[in-house]
């Protein structure tokens, strides 16, 4: 079945330090992919997301590109924030009214 | 407005009891899903309902209960509650089959003591 593997986290850094999660999926066809963050005590905001190989998704300083050969979805950003450490979900959907999420990848960001 | 909305967003309540937890979206969708977030963070689906529908069904106990009276609302009961069903439970809603993306709730905290 359809599933998605993320970097095991925390994931500690200093202000300013640039950020990588890994991301790879399973997947039959061509699904969308996503990124999607849960500040603490929130639900999930959507934060990117690409909807064919080699799209790129961006938003507030993270981008993602689908890589179809490699099956992943890393999502990177050049500089992070103490108000970036979150839990970020990577996520794919192929139809089907259902959307299978990653374990979630814990940030934290020290001042 | 709060676009997918959920009530109560903290539930406390004893083994064996029922409860209701309610869910409301306006923004237009068609789609609704309840989730279940355990406390590592994991999500699991457990239903997702399109058009007042039921398309979803993830080997849930029978103790829960959806309900989707129109297209902007879909309520999750819960009978005979346990102490395994202590969870964060998000709403979400989405157009079509979600491929655009969710919006989510802010989430519903059950404690089951």
């Known amino acids: 079945g359809d599933s998605v593997t993320q970097m095991e986290g925390p994931v500690t850094l200093s202000e300013e330090a640039f950020l990588t999660i890994n991301c790879t999926y399973t997947?039959?066809?061509?699904?969308?992919l996503f990124w999607y963050v849960q500040y603490p005590g929130e639900g999930l905001q959507l934060l990117l997301k690409?909807?064919?190989?080699?799209d790129k998704g961006s938003n507030k300083g993270f981008e993602a590109t689908y890589r179809k050969e490699t099956t992943s979805f890393h999502l990177e950003k050049g500089s992070v924030q103490v108000s970036d450490s979150a839990v970020y979900f990577c996520?794919?959907?192929?139809?089907?009214?259902?959307?299978?999420f990653g374990a979630g990848t814990r940030l934290f960001v020290k001042a | 407005d709060t676009a997918v909305s959920q009530t109560p967003k903290y539930l406390v309540t004893q083994m064996g009891n029922d409860k209701s937890i309610k869910c409301e979206q306006n923004?237009?969708?068609?789609?609704m899903y309840w989730y279940k977030q355990d406390s590592k963070k994991f999500l699991k689906i457990m239903f997702s309902?399109?058009?007042?529908?039921?398309?979803i069904n993830e080997t849930v106990p029978n103790r829960f209960s959806p309900k989707s009276p129109d297209k902007a609302h879909l309520n999750l009961h819960i009978n005979s509650l346990e102490l395994g069903d202590s969870a964060v439970y998000f709403c979400?809603?989405?157009?079509?089959?979600?491929?655009?993306?969710?919006?989510f709730g802010s989430g519903t905290r059950l404690t089951v003591v």
């Open positions: 979400a809603s989405s157009q079509g089959t979600g491929e655009v993306g969710y919006t």
């Open positions: 997947a039959t066809g061509y699904p969308s």
């Open positions: 690409a909807t064919k190989a080699d």
């Open positions: 996520a794919l959907s192929a139809g089907g009214f259902k959307t299978i």
């Open positions: 923004l237009g969708h068609d789609t």
């Open positions: 309902y399109n058009n007042k529908e039921l398309i």
